[in-house]
């Protein structure tokens, strides 16, 4: 198989995906980079040696292909929290926006992870902030966010 018709099948997996989604957005774009981002980071990571998924810390294809697969699946149940919308006639893409709100602080919160493996200092307002949007995303309501707190 040539890298022409790789690229034209990642290509037309793509589009698939895009379409299902219904619009893309910048949520979406931002999930994706940030998957990617994680992807590349965990790698990093495990050829320096100090990846916590695997007994040496080393590189290993099972761990980079597990990781591969979650991602997919976060692609799937985006997938399905966009197809609940629809179902409900939700134009405002509340279920698809939370669980990709989620899953970005998710996301976001391992790169931390990975790049403090790494030696990097971060500022603990970025996790702070991931923290609260992955707990804002389960807040939502109606298309907005829901600022007030639970009662105690």
Do not use: C
Not at 4 to 17: E, R, S, Y
Not at 54 to 60: E, H, I, K
Not at 62 to 79: E, H, P
């Amino acid at each position: 198989m040539s890298w022409d018709n790789i690229t034209k099948a990642i290509a037309g997996m793509v589009g698939a995906a895009a379409g299902l989604l219904g619009e893309w957005n910048v949520l979406l774009t931002v999930l994706a980079v940030f998957m990617v981002t994680d992807y590349l980071t965990g790698l990093i990571v495990a050829w320096r040696g100090k990846s916590p998924k695997t007994v040496t810390g080393g590189v290993s294809s099972k761990a980079g292909f597990d990781g591969l697969i979650r991602k997919f699946f976060i692609m799937v149940v985006i997938l399905v929290a966009t197809l609940l919308d629809v179902a409900i006639g939700n134009s405002t893409r509340v279920f698809q926006t939370a669980a990709t709100m989620y899953y970005i602080a998710n996301e976001g919160i391992s790169i931390l992870e990975n790049t403090a493996l790494m030696g990097v200092k971060y500022p603990a307002f970025i996790i702070k902030a991931l923290e609260a949007l992955r707990d804002k995303s389960d807040t939502l309501d109606n298309g907005k966010i829901d600022d007030t707190k639970p009662e105690e």
